[in-house]
């Protein structure tokens, strides 16, 4: 199947800070890019479906200026956590689908832990 | 889409034959059953979709009953790797722009 990749894996920061998230579809141009929380024993939960070049559709109750996504190319999507918090830190995964294609495909994740 | 239904946890030994059912009654005509795995701390990994006949691939068995409200994922040997969630996801194909919805899913354990 098509690979998807995240970058980074984990990363640790201070509260306040910004970390910002890429996600990389290697071997298919990804038309549509969704971006996925997961907390610890819970299942992964939709934020945002972005389209390339266009704005991101957040779903109801995700900060949208908290959680900026660009999606500039159709290869390359990225999400920025604002101001992270403690309670941002979660595993977040980004997933992709070309315009002509069923599969969804999942990237690996992203470890963020905010202290 | 429509709504499934999966038992919380299964278990299984090694070896043998893991089978998880997942009801979707309300499922509609043109929705297909998906079934995608997570192991620990990795992202969702595809496993098998399908309509209304049966398939098969190299990690597993798909068995839909013939009202197509209920489905069974067959994994036909199952190793200690295939221990992980198991989400059965029934959508409309070639949505471009929907996100796969995902339910709670069953928690597989396979041990020796």
């Known amino acids: 199947g098509a690979v998807v990749s995240q970058h980074p894996s984990r990363v640790i920061c201070k509260s306040g800070t910004s970390v910002k998230i890429e996600c990389r579809s290697l071997?298919?141009?990804?038309?549509?890019m969704f971006w996925y929380r997961q907390f610890p024993k819970q299942s992964l939960m939709l934020m945002a479906t972005?389209?390339?070049?266009?704005?991101?559709?957040?779903e109801q109750g995700v900060e949208k200026d908290k959680f900026l996504i660009n999606h500039a190319s159709l290869t390359l999507s990225t999400l920025t956590v604002t101001s992270a918090h403690p309670e941002d830190s979660s595993f977040y995964i980004c997933?992709?689908?070309?315009?002509?294609?069923?599969?969804?495909?999942f990237g690996p994740g992203t470890r963020l832990t905010v202290l | 889409d429509a709504k499934t239904t999966q038992p919380p946890s299964m278990d299984c030994a090694e070896g043998r034959a893991a089978n998880l059912p997942c009801n979707h009654s309300?499922?509609?005509?043109?929705?297909?059953v998906y079934w995608y795995r997570q192991i620990h701390s990795q992202g969702p990994q595809y496993i098998i979709h399908?309509?209304?006949n049966n398939e098969t691939n190299e990690m597993a068995s798909l068995i839909i009953t013939e009202d197509r409200k209920s489905s069974t994922l067959i994994l036909p040997h199952a190793t200690l790797r295939d221990t992980a969630v198991y989400y059965c996801?029934?959508?409309?194909?070639?949505?471009?722009?929907?996100?796969?919805?995902f339910g709670k899913g069953t928690t597989l354990s396979v041990s020796s």
């Open positions: 997933s992709a689908r070309s315009g002509s294609g069923n599969e969804q495909f």
């Open positions: 071997d298919f141009q990804a038309t549509t």
């Open positions: 972005s389209n390339e070049g266009s704005k991101a559709t957040y």
């Open positions: 309300t499922i509609s005509g043109n929705e297909y």
């Open positions: 399908g309509l209304k």
């Open positions: 996801i029934v959508r409309v194909a070639k949505q471009a722009g929907t996100a796969l919805i």
